[in-house]
Protein backbone atom coordinates (compact mmCIF):
# COMPACT_ATOMS: atom_id res chain seq x y z
CA UNK A 1 0.00 0.00 0.00
CA UNK A 2 1.16 3.52 -0.68
CA UNK A 3 2.37 4.95 2.83
CA UNK A 4 0.98 7.75 5.06
CA UNK A 5 4.02 9.60 4.03
CA UNK A 6 3.32 9.57 0.43
CA UNK A 7 -0.16 9.88 0.95
CA UNK A 8 0.20 13.19 3.27
CA UNK A 9 2.87 14.39 0.59
CA UNK A 10 0.43 14.37 -2.17
CA UNK A 11 -1.96 15.92 -0.31
CA UNK A 12 -0.02 18.86 1.20
CA UNK A 13 1.03 19.43 -3.09
CA UNK A 14 -2.39 19.89 -3.38
CA UNK A 15 -4.04 21.65 -0.44
CA UNK A 16 -1.53 24.23 0.09
CA UNK A 17 1.27 24.41 -3.23
CA UNK A 18 -1.43 24.71 -5.50
CA UNK A 19 -0.64 21.47 -7.40
CA UNK A 20 -3.17 21.42 -10.59
CA UNK A 21 -3.72 20.37 -13.72
CA UNK A 22 -3.90 23.54 -15.62
CA UNK A 23 -5.78 22.58 -18.77
CA UNK A 24 -7.10 20.01 -20.51
CA UNK A 25 -7.55 21.06 -24.25
CA UNK A 26 -8.96 19.37 -26.83
CA UNK A 27 -7.80 19.69 -30.53
CA UNK A 28 -10.56 19.19 -32.78
CA UNK A 29 -9.56 19.26 -36.23
CA UNK A 30 -12.27 21.52 -38.75
CA UNK A 31 -11.49 20.76 -42.37
CA UNK A 32 -14.69 18.88 -42.58
CA UNK A 33 -16.58 22.28 -42.30
CA UNK A 34 -14.76 23.90 -45.20
CA UNK A 35 -17.80 25.61 -47.28
CA UNK A 36 -18.09 28.65 -49.49
CA UNK A 37 -21.04 30.05 -47.55
CA UNK A 38 -20.12 31.91 -44.37
CA UNK A 39 -23.55 31.09 -42.42
CA UNK A 40 -22.90 27.35 -43.41
CA UNK A 41 -19.44 27.08 -42.45
CA UNK A 42 -20.05 28.90 -39.06
CA UNK A 43 -23.44 26.45 -38.54
CA UNK A 44 -20.79 23.50 -39.47
CA UNK A 45 -17.95 24.56 -37.09
CA UNK A 46 -20.32 25.19 -33.98
CA UNK A 47 -22.31 21.64 -35.08
CA UNK A 48 -18.73 20.00 -34.73
CA UNK A 49 -17.22 21.51 -31.96
CA UNK A 50 -20.56 20.46 -29.87
CA UNK A 51 -20.31 17.34 -30.82
CA UNK A 52 -16.90 16.61 -30.15
CA UNK A 53 -16.48 18.58 -26.89
CA UNK A 54 -19.77 17.76 -25.74
CA UNK A 55 -18.88 16.11 -22.42
CA UNK A 56 -15.61 17.91 -22.11
CA UNK A 57 -16.60 19.87 -18.97
CA UNK A 58 -18.07 17.02 -17.45
CA UNK A 59 -15.89 14.62 -18.04
CA UNK A 60 -12.83 16.85 -16.44
CA UNK A 61 -15.54 17.58 -13.63
CA UNK A 62 -15.93 13.33 -13.20
CA UNK A 63 -11.72 13.22 -12.90
CA UNK A 64 -11.57 16.20 -10.66
CA UNK A 65 -13.92 14.36 -8.04
CA UNK A 66 -12.18 10.49 -8.45
CA UNK A 67 -8.88 11.97 -7.56
CA UNK A 68 -9.41 15.00 -5.90
CA UNK A 69 -6.92 16.65 -7.78
CA UNK A 70 -8.08 20.76 -9.19
CA UNK A 71 -8.41 20.62 -13.20
CA UNK A 72 -8.20 24.62 -13.16
CA UNK A 73 -9.48 24.94 -17.44
CA UNK A 74 -10.91 23.25 -20.08
CA UNK A 75 -10.57 24.53 -23.57
CA UNK A 76 -10.14 23.59 -27.36
CA UNK A 77 -8.10 24.30 -30.33
CA UNK A 78 -8.94 24.05 -33.82
CA UNK A 79 -8.17 23.70 -37.12
CA UNK A 80 -6.14 27.32 -38.12
CA UNK A 81 -9.04 29.41 -39.29
CA UNK A 82 -7.00 30.17 -42.05
CA UNK A 83 -7.82 27.06 -43.42
CA UNK A 84 -11.16 26.66 -42.67
CA UNK A 85 -12.71 29.58 -43.77
CA UNK A 86 -9.96 30.87 -46.57
CA UNK A 87 -13.51 29.58 -49.07
CA UNK A 88 -15.42 32.00 -47.33
CA UNK A 89 -13.43 34.79 -47.12
CA UNK A 90 -13.49 37.68 -44.30
CA UNK A 91 -16.94 37.42 -43.83
CA UNK A 92 -16.73 33.42 -43.23
CA UNK A 93 -13.59 33.93 -41.41
CA UNK A 94 -16.01 36.61 -38.89
CA UNK A 95 -18.69 34.25 -38.90
CA UNK A 96 -16.61 31.33 -37.53
CA UNK A 97 -15.37 33.02 -34.95
CA UNK A 98 -18.48 34.01 -33.32
CA UNK A 99 -19.87 30.29 -33.94
CA UNK A 100 -16.37 29.18 -32.19
CA UNK A 101 -17.34 31.87 -29.15
CA UNK A 102 -21.12 30.20 -28.73
CA UNK A 103 -19.78 26.63 -29.43
CA UNK A 104 -17.53 27.43 -26.30
CA UNK A 105 -19.80 29.24 -23.83
CA UNK A 106 -22.23 26.45 -24.61
CA UNK A 107 -19.90 23.70 -23.69
CA UNK A 108 -18.57 25.28 -20.89
CA UNK A 109 -14.88 25.81 -21.82
CA UNK A 110 -13.24 28.80 -20.55
CA UNK A 111 -11.45 29.37 -24.01
CA UNK A 112 -11.03 28.70 -27.81
CA UNK A 113 -8.30 28.91 -29.35
CA UNK A 114 -7.48 28.42 -33.75
CA UNK A 115 -8.69 31.71 -34.69
CA UNK A 116 -4.90 31.31 -36.44
CA UNK A 117 -2.93 32.04 -39.33
CA UNK A 118 0.43 30.41 -40.36
CA UNK A 119 2.66 32.92 -42.27
CA UNK A 120 6.05 32.60 -41.93
CA UNK A 121 7.00 31.90 -45.50
CA UNK A 122 3.93 34.61 -47.20
CA UNK A 123 0.53 35.39 -46.79
CA UNK A 124 -2.12 32.99 -48.71
CA UNK A 125 -5.66 34.49 -49.30
CA UNK A 126 -7.21 32.83 -46.20
CA UNK A 127 -4.32 34.52 -43.77
CA UNK A 128 -5.40 37.42 -45.15
CA UNK A 129 -8.89 37.08 -43.81
CA UNK A 130 -8.08 35.73 -40.73
CA UNK A 131 -5.18 38.83 -39.96
CA UNK A 132 -7.83 41.21 -41.10
CA UNK A 133 -10.29 40.83 -39.17
CA UNK A 134 -8.38 39.38 -36.05
CA UNK A 135 -9.70 42.84 -34.45
CA UNK A 136 -12.85 42.84 -34.88
CA UNK A 137 -12.86 38.99 -33.99
CA UNK A 138 -11.90 39.11 -30.58
CA UNK A 139 -13.67 42.34 -30.17
CA UNK A 140 -17.03 40.85 -30.88
CA UNK A 141 -16.01 37.78 -29.08
CA UNK A 142 -15.06 36.84 -25.78
CA UNK A 143 -13.87 33.41 -25.42
CA UNK A 144 -11.94 33.07 -28.69
CA UNK A 145 -8.11 33.64 -28.87
CA UNK A 146 -5.93 33.97 -32.01
CA UNK A 147 -2.28 33.73 -32.92
CA UNK A 148 -0.43 34.62 -36.06
CA UNK A 149 3.01 32.48 -36.91
CA UNK A 150 5.21 34.82 -38.58
CA UNK A 151 8.58 32.95 -38.20
CA UNK A 152 10.24 29.86 -38.53
CA UNK A 153 13.58 28.12 -38.07
CA UNK A 154 13.55 26.71 -41.69
CA UNK A 155 11.74 29.47 -43.39
CA UNK A 156 13.25 32.68 -41.41
CA UNK A 157 11.04 35.43 -40.57
CA UNK A 158 8.21 37.22 -42.85
CA UNK A 159 8.76 40.92 -42.16
CA UNK A 160 5.78 41.72 -43.72
CA UNK A 161 3.88 39.67 -41.60
CA UNK A 162 5.42 40.85 -38.66
CA UNK A 163 4.88 45.09 -39.57
CA UNK A 164 1.89 44.16 -40.19
CA UNK A 165 1.06 42.38 -36.91
CA UNK A 166 2.27 45.62 -35.31
CA UNK A 167 -0.78 47.03 -36.42
CA UNK A 168 -3.03 44.35 -35.91
CA UNK A 169 -1.96 44.78 -31.97
CA UNK A 170 -2.42 48.26 -31.61
CA UNK A 171 -6.17 47.73 -33.96
CA UNK A 172 -7.12 45.06 -31.50
CA UNK A 173 -5.96 47.24 -28.50
CA UNK A 174 -7.99 50.30 -29.79
CA UNK A 175 -11.18 48.70 -30.49
CA UNK A 176 -11.27 46.90 -26.89
CA UNK A 177 -9.80 50.07 -25.20
CA UNK A 178 -12.60 50.53 -22.98
CA UNK A 179 -11.87 46.82 -21.23
CA UNK A 180 -7.98 48.01 -20.74
CA UNK A 181 -7.51 46.74 -24.29
CA UNK A 182 -8.12 43.10 -23.77
CA UNK A 183 -8.70 41.86 -27.21
CA UNK A 184 -4.56 41.74 -27.81
CA UNK A 185 -4.30 39.85 -24.59
CA UNK A 186 -5.81 36.94 -26.45
CA UNK A 187 -3.48 37.27 -29.36
CA UNK A 188 -0.21 35.76 -29.43
CA UNK A 189 2.10 35.92 -32.43
CA UNK A 190 4.60 33.36 -32.79
CA UNK A 191 8.15 32.24 -34.04
CA UNK A 192 8.50 28.31 -34.24
CA UNK A 193 4.96 27.82 -33.17
CA UNK A 194 4.08 24.59 -31.92
CA UNK A 195 0.81 22.33 -33.25
CA UNK A 196 -0.13 20.71 -30.38
CA UNK A 197 0.21 23.52 -27.44
CA UNK A 198 -2.63 23.37 -24.84
CA UNK A 199 -2.26 26.68 -23.59
CA UNK A 200 -4.25 29.34 -24.41
CA UNK A 201 -4.15 31.87 -26.31
CA UNK A 202 -1.46 30.60 -28.42
CA UNK A 203 -3.45 27.27 -28.54
CA UNK A 204 -4.35 25.61 -32.11
CA UNK A 205 -4.67 22.00 -33.83
CA UNK A 206 -2.41 21.52 -36.32
CA UNK A 207 -2.74 21.19 -39.52
CA UNK A 208 -0.59 17.49 -39.04
CA UNK A 209 -2.93 16.39 -35.75
CA UNK A 210 -5.57 13.45 -35.70
CA UNK A 211 -9.13 14.10 -36.18
CA UNK A 212 -9.40 14.97 -32.10
CA UNK A 213 -6.94 14.46 -29.58
CA UNK A 214 -6.58 15.54 -25.86
CA UNK A 215 -3.74 17.55 -24.91
CA UNK A 216 -2.80 18.09 -21.13
CA UNK A 217 -1.35 20.91 -19.25
CA UNK A 218 0.26 20.79 -15.92
CA UNK A 219 1.33 23.38 -13.44
CA UNK A 220 2.77 23.63 -10.23
CA UNK A 221 5.11 26.46 -10.02
CA UNK A 222 4.23 26.50 -5.80
CA UNK A 223 5.24 23.40 -5.66
CA UNK A 224 8.61 23.55 -6.98
CA UNK A 225 8.90 26.51 -4.84
CA UNK A 226 8.14 24.81 -1.40
CA UNK A 227 10.21 21.95 -2.45
CA UNK A 228 13.61 23.99 -3.23
CA UNK A 229 12.56 26.01 0.44
CA UNK A 230 14.54 22.86 1.96
CA UNK A 231 17.50 22.61 -0.20
CA UNK A 232 18.28 26.39 1.22
CA UNK A 233 21.61 27.10 0.74
CA UNK A 234 22.83 24.14 -1.00
CA UNK A 235 24.69 24.05 -4.15
CA UNK A 236 23.10 24.17 -8.00
CA UNK A 237 23.96 20.16 -8.14
CA UNK A 238 20.81 19.85 -5.01
CA UNK A 239 18.68 22.89 -6.75
CA UNK A 240 18.83 21.20 -10.06
CA UNK A 241 17.99 17.67 -8.20
CA UNK A 242 15.28 18.66 -6.45
CA UNK A 243 13.32 20.27 -9.41
CA UNK A 244 13.89 17.12 -11.04
CA UNK A 245 12.23 15.62 -8.79
CA UNK A 246 9.20 17.46 -8.50
CA UNK A 247 9.03 17.93 -12.22
CA UNK A 248 8.36 14.02 -12.46
CA UNK A 249 5.67 14.02 -9.64
CA UNK A 250 4.39 17.11 -11.12
CA UNK A 251 3.97 15.50 -14.86
CA UNK A 252 3.25 11.95 -13.39
CA UNK A 253 -0.18 13.29 -12.30
CA UNK A 254 -0.67 14.99 -15.87
CA UNK A 255 -0.03 11.97 -17.55
CA UNK A 256 -2.08 10.05 -15.52
CA UNK A 257 -5.29 12.94 -15.95
CA UNK A 258 -4.24 12.76 -20.33
CA UNK A 259 -4.84 9.13 -20.01
CA UNK A 260 -8.14 8.93 -18.14
CA UNK A 261 -9.50 11.67 -20.02
CA UNK A 262 -8.20 10.18 -23.35
CA UNK A 263 -9.95 7.15 -22.13
CA UNK A 264 -13.54 8.66 -21.09
CA UNK A 265 -14.01 10.43 -24.30
CA UNK A 266 -12.92 7.72 -26.67
CA UNK A 267 -10.25 10.85 -27.89
CA UNK A 268 -6.48 9.71 -28.39
CA UNK A 269 -4.30 10.79 -26.36
CA UNK A 270 -1.73 13.60 -27.74
CA UNK A 271 0.84 14.93 -25.40
CA UNK A 272 1.54 16.34 -21.90
CA UNK A 273 3.11 19.80 -22.02
CA UNK A 274 5.88 20.04 -19.19
CA UNK A 275 5.18 23.46 -18.62
CA UNK A 276 5.51 25.37 -15.30
CA UNK A 277 2.67 27.82 -15.64
CA UNK A 278 2.12 30.64 -13.02
CA UNK A 279 -1.42 31.86 -12.23
CA UNK A 280 -1.70 35.16 -10.39
CA UNK A 281 -2.63 33.65 -6.85
CA UNK A 282 -0.31 33.82 -3.86
CA UNK A 283 2.01 30.86 -4.35
CA UNK A 284 1.75 29.80 -7.75
CA UNK A 285 4.62 31.90 -9.11
CA UNK A 286 7.67 31.34 -11.63
CA UNK A 287 9.48 34.44 -10.27
CA UNK A 288 9.34 33.04 -6.44
CA UNK A 289 11.39 30.21 -7.94
CA UNK A 290 13.85 32.65 -9.10
CA UNK A 291 13.69 34.49 -5.42
CA UNK A 292 14.29 31.11 -3.86
CA UNK A 293 17.16 30.19 -5.71
CA UNK A 294 18.58 33.06 -3.91
CA UNK A 295 17.95 36.35 -6.20
CA UNK A 296 16.56 39.75 -4.52
CA UNK A 297 14.18 39.94 -7.16
CA UNK A 298 13.21 38.72 -10.97
CA UNK A 299 14.68 40.64 -12.92
CA UNK A 300 17.93 41.31 -11.30
CA UNK A 301 21.20 39.92 -12.44
CA UNK A 302 21.40 35.98 -11.99
CA UNK A 303 17.90 36.04 -13.49
CA UNK A 304 18.42 34.23 -16.59
CA UNK A 305 20.75 31.91 -15.39
CA UNK A 306 18.12 30.81 -13.08
CA UNK A 307 15.59 30.46 -15.60
CA UNK A 308 17.60 28.60 -17.58
CA UNK A 309 18.59 25.63 -15.17
CA UNK A 310 14.62 25.71 -14.10
CA UNK A 311 13.71 25.15 -17.54
CA UNK A 312 15.78 22.66 -18.34
CA UNK A 313 15.69 20.69 -14.50
CA UNK A 314 11.87 20.68 -15.49
CA UNK A 315 11.95 19.27 -18.78
CA UNK A 316 14.79 16.65 -17.51
CA UNK A 317 12.12 15.51 -14.60
CA UNK A 318 9.15 15.59 -16.60
CA UNK A 319 10.27 13.86 -19.86
CA UNK A 320 10.93 10.27 -17.83
CA UNK A 321 7.57 11.34 -16.82
CA UNK A 322 5.02 10.71 -19.65
CA UNK A 323 5.03 8.88 -23.00
CA UNK A 324 4.29 11.41 -25.13
CA UNK A 325 5.81 15.09 -24.07
CA UNK A 326 5.16 17.93 -26.63
CA UNK A 327 3.66 21.58 -26.75
CA UNK A 328 5.71 24.35 -25.58
CA UNK A 329 6.90 22.65 -22.24
CA UNK A 330 9.39 25.15 -20.39
CA UNK A 331 8.66 27.78 -17.73
CA UNK A 332 6.59 30.52 -18.54
CA UNK A 333 6.83 34.16 -17.73
CA UNK A 334 4.00 36.43 -18.20
CA UNK A 335 3.96 39.40 -16.26
CA UNK A 336 0.58 39.68 -15.37
CA UNK A 337 -0.14 36.38 -14.63
CA UNK A 338 2.42 36.15 -11.56
CA UNK A 339 2.44 37.68 -8.61
CA UNK A 340 6.32 37.16 -8.00
CA UNK A 341 6.71 39.28 -11.89
CA UNK A 342 3.80 42.01 -11.41
CA UNK A 343 5.56 42.92 -8.41
CA UNK A 344 9.19 43.12 -9.47
CA UNK A 345 7.34 45.24 -12.66
CA UNK A 346 5.72 47.45 -10.72
CA UNK A 347 9.27 48.01 -8.31
CA UNK A 348 10.93 48.51 -11.52
CA UNK A 349 13.52 46.21 -11.38
CA UNK A 350 11.99 44.03 -13.95
CA UNK A 351 12.22 46.21 -17.78
CA UNK A 352 11.28 44.62 -21.09
CA UNK A 353 14.80 44.19 -21.82
CA UNK A 354 15.85 41.48 -19.65
CA UNK A 355 12.34 39.66 -19.64
CA UNK A 356 13.76 39.71 -23.80
CA UNK A 357 16.84 38.08 -22.52
CA UNK A 358 14.87 35.74 -20.22
CA UNK A 359 12.37 34.89 -23.35
CA UNK A 360 16.12 33.09 -24.63
CA UNK A 361 16.24 30.34 -22.12
CA UNK A 362 12.89 29.24 -21.36
CA UNK A 363 9.31 28.75 -23.30
CA UNK A 364 7.29 31.54 -24.81
CA UNK A 365 8.37 34.78 -24.85
CA UNK A 366 7.17 38.66 -23.62
CA UNK A 367 3.73 37.49 -22.34
CA UNK A 368 1.43 39.35 -21.04
CA UNK A 369 3.01 42.30 -21.14
CA UNK A 370 1.30 45.76 -20.84
CA UNK A 371 3.04 48.80 -22.46
CA UNK A 372 1.95 52.47 -22.96
CA UNK A 373 -1.05 52.82 -25.69
CA UNK A 374 0.89 55.35 -27.36
CA UNK A 375 3.66 53.02 -28.16
CA UNK A 376 3.62 53.17 -32.15
CA UNK A 377 2.88 50.06 -34.48
CA UNK A 378 6.70 49.80 -35.80
CA UNK A 379 7.65 49.64 -32.07
CA UNK A 380 5.77 46.71 -31.39
CA UNK A 381 6.47 45.19 -34.85
CA UNK A 382 10.41 45.61 -34.16
CA UNK A 383 9.79 43.46 -30.56
CA UNK A 384 7.93 40.88 -32.15
CA UNK A 385 11.33 40.87 -34.79
CA UNK A 386 13.40 40.53 -32.05
CA UNK A 387 11.81 38.13 -30.08
CA UNK A 388 11.16 35.97 -33.46
CA UNK A 389 14.57 36.27 -34.28
CA UNK A 390 15.78 34.88 -30.45
CA UNK A 391 13.15 31.53 -31.80
CA UNK A 392 14.45 31.36 -35.29
CA UNK A 393 18.28 31.45 -34.50
CA UNK A 394 17.81 29.38 -31.45
CA UNK A 395 15.48 26.39 -32.32
CA UNK A 396 12.67 27.14 -30.29
CA UNK A 397 9.32 28.62 -29.84
CA UNK A 398 9.19 32.08 -29.09
CA UNK A 399 5.92 34.73 -29.02
CA UNK A 400 5.07 38.07 -28.43
CA UNK A 401 1.52 39.03 -26.06
CA UNK A 402 1.93 42.15 -25.77
CA UNK A 403 -0.99 44.81 -24.86
CA UNK A 404 -0.94 48.58 -25.74
CA UNK A 405 -3.31 49.64 -23.09
CA UNK A 406 -5.10 52.14 -24.80
CA UNK A 407 -5.12 55.81 -22.53
CA UNK A 408 -2.57 54.44 -20.35
CA UNK A 409 0.69 55.58 -19.57
CA UNK A 410 3.63 53.98 -17.61
CA UNK A 411 2.89 53.23 -13.82
CA UNK A 412 -0.90 52.73 -14.82
CA UNK A 413 -2.27 49.84 -14.08
CA UNK A 414 -4.35 47.30 -16.61
CA UNK A 415 -6.50 44.76 -15.04
CA UNK A 416 -7.88 41.87 -17.18
CA UNK A 417 -9.30 39.66 -14.22
CA UNK A 418 -9.75 35.83 -13.81
CA UNK A 419 -6.36 34.09 -15.04
CA UNK A 420 -5.42 36.60 -17.48
CA UNK A 421 -4.58 38.70 -13.92
CA UNK A 422 -2.94 42.81 -14.22
CA UNK A 423 0.36 44.50 -14.92
CA UNK A 424 1.60 47.79 -14.47
CA UNK A 425 2.16 49.13 -18.00
CA UNK A 426 5.97 49.05 -18.82
CA UNK A 427 8.46 51.36 -20.19
CA UNK A 428 9.13 51.20 -23.60
CA UNK A 429 12.40 52.17 -25.55
CA UNK A 430 11.64 55.35 -28.01
CA UNK A 431 14.38 54.80 -30.11
CA UNK A 432 13.45 55.04 -33.28
CA UNK A 433 12.33 51.77 -35.85
CA UNK A 434 10.17 52.69 -38.49
CA UNK A 435 12.67 52.25 -41.45
CA UNK A 436 13.56 49.10 -40.40
CA UNK A 437 10.47 47.82 -40.04
CA UNK A 438 8.84 49.21 -43.47
CA UNK A 439 11.48 47.76 -45.44
CA UNK A 440 9.64 44.57 -45.68
CA UNK A 441 10.46 41.44 -47.20
CA UNK A 442 11.87 38.24 -45.58
CA UNK A 443 15.10 37.75 -43.21
CA UNK A 444 16.33 34.49 -44.42
CA UNK A 445 16.66 31.27 -42.15
CA UNK A 446 19.65 30.73 -40.38
CA UNK A 447 22.44 28.32 -42.09
CA UNK A 448 21.75 26.06 -39.15
CA UNK A 449 18.03 25.34 -40.55
CA UNK A 450 19.89 23.73 -43.57
CA UNK A 451 20.27 20.10 -41.66
CA UNK A 452 19.59 17.75 -44.99
CA UNK B 1 -11.76 -3.58 -8.16
CA UNK B 2 -11.49 0.26 -7.84
CA UNK B 3 -9.16 1.27 -4.78
CA UNK B 4 -9.46 4.46 -3.35
CA UNK B 5 -7.31 5.90 0.03
CA UNK B 6 -9.31 7.67 2.69
CA UNK B 7 -7.38 10.38 4.51
CA UNK B 8 -8.83 11.70 8.19
CA UNK B 9 -6.84 14.80 9.25
CA UNK B 10 -7.35 16.87 12.41
CA UNK B 11 -7.49 16.72 16.08
CA UNK B 12 -7.80 13.38 17.77
CA UNK B 13 -10.67 12.40 20.02
CA UNK B 14 -12.63 9.05 21.07
CA UNK B 15 -14.29 6.98 18.16
CA UNK B 16 -13.00 8.81 14.92
CA UNK B 17 -11.86 5.28 13.56
CA UNK B 18 -15.42 3.79 14.90
CA UNK B 19 -17.79 6.72 13.33
CA UNK B 20 -15.93 6.49 9.47
CA UNK B 21 -15.78 2.41 9.15
CA UNK B 22 -19.04 2.69 10.24
CA UNK B 23 -19.95 4.90 7.75
CA UNK B 24 -18.60 3.25 4.85
CA UNK B 25 -19.60 -0.33 6.03
CA UNK B 26 -22.95 1.89 5.48
CA UNK B 27 -22.46 1.80 1.94
CA UNK B 28 -20.73 -1.57 1.37
CA UNK B 29 -17.42 0.27 1.47
CA UNK B 30 -14.62 -2.65 2.23
CA UNK B 31 -11.83 -1.50 4.19
CA UNK B 32 -8.47 -3.06 2.77
CA UNK B 33 -6.24 -1.43 4.82
CA UNK B 34 -5.80 0.60 7.83
CA UNK B 35 -2.70 3.24 9.02
CA UNK B 36 -2.78 5.79 11.66
CA UNK B 37 -0.76 7.32 13.74
CA UNK B 38 -1.60 10.54 16.38
CA UNK B 39 1.36 13.22 16.56
CA UNK B 40 1.46 15.73 19.36
CA UNK B 41 -2.53 15.23 19.66
CA UNK B 42 -3.09 15.23 15.66
CA UNK B 43 -4.31 12.70 14.12
CA UNK B 44 -4.13 11.13 11.13
CA UNK B 45 -5.27 8.06 9.19
CA UNK B 46 -5.37 6.67 5.63
CA UNK B 47 -7.30 3.63 4.72
CA UNK B 48 -7.07 1.99 1.59
CA UNK B 49 -10.62 0.67 0.32
CA UNK B 50 -12.51 -0.99 -2.39
CA UNK B 51 -15.39 0.64 -4.28
CA UNK B 52 -16.47 -2.00 -6.28
CA UNK B 53 -19.43 -2.63 -4.10
CA UNK B 54 -20.07 1.01 -3.31
CA UNK B 55 -24.30 1.24 -3.12
CA UNK B 56 -23.91 5.01 -3.64
CA UNK B 57 -22.38 7.07 -6.13
CA UNK B 58 -18.79 8.34 -4.84
CA UNK B 59 -19.98 11.91 -4.73
CA UNK B 60 -22.53 10.66 -2.52
CA UNK B 61 -19.85 9.19 -0.26
CA UNK B 62 -17.55 12.45 -0.86
CA UNK B 63 -20.28 14.45 0.65
CA UNK B 64 -21.67 12.22 4.13
CA UNK B 65 -18.17 11.76 4.86
CA UNK B 66 -17.19 15.51 4.56
CA UNK B 67 -20.49 16.21 6.67
CA UNK B 68 -19.03 13.87 9.60
CA UNK B 69 -15.63 15.37 9.13
CA UNK B 70 -17.17 18.72 9.72
CA UNK B 71 -19.17 17.24 12.61
CA UNK B 72 -16.33 15.99 14.38
CA UNK B 73 -13.60 18.79 13.21
CA UNK B 74 -11.73 16.63 10.60
CA UNK B 75 -10.66 16.63 7.28
CA UNK B 76 -11.95 13.75 5.29
CA UNK B 77 -11.39 12.98 1.65
CA UNK B 78 -11.56 10.12 -1.26
CA UNK B 79 -8.75 9.93 -3.72
CA UNK B 80 -8.38 7.35 -6.39
CA UNK B 81 -5.51 5.39 -5.66
CA UNK B 82 -4.11 5.58 -8.76
CA UNK B 83 -2.85 9.51 -8.13
CA UNK B 84 -0.49 8.17 -5.87
CA UNK B 85 0.75 5.24 -7.54
CA UNK B 86 1.31 7.78 -10.31
CA UNK B 87 3.15 10.40 -8.26
CA UNK B 88 4.96 7.85 -6.29
CA UNK B 89 5.57 4.60 -8.18
CA UNK B 90 7.55 4.30 -11.29
Known amino acids: MISQHEVLDTLRMIEHENLDIRTITMGITLTQCIHEDADEVARRVYDRICAKAGRLVQVGREIEAEYGIPIVNKRISVTPISIIGAAAGPKGCLAIAKAMDRAARDVGVNFIGGYTALVHKGIAYGDQAVIDTIPEALDITELVCASVNVATTRAGINMDAVARMGRVILETARRTAARDSIGAAKLVVFANAVEDNPFMAGAFHGAGEADCAVNVGVSGPGVVKCALEKVRGQSFDDVAETIKRTAFRITRVGQLVAREASRRLDVPFGIVDLSLAPTPAMGDSVAHILTEMGLESVGGPGSTAALALLNDAVKKGGVMASSHVGGLSGAFIPVSEDAGMIDAARAGVLTLEKLEAMTAVCSVGLDMIAVPGDTPAETLSAIIADEAAIGVINGKTTAVRIIPAQGKGVGDEVSFGGLLGEAPVMRVSAVGCGDFIRRGGRIPAPLHSMRN | ?90
Open chain 2, 1 to 90: MKNAIVSVVGQDKVGIIAAVSALLARHQVNILDIRQTVMQDYFTMMMQVDLSAISCSLQDLKDVLSRLGGEMGLVIGVYDEGLFNAMHRI
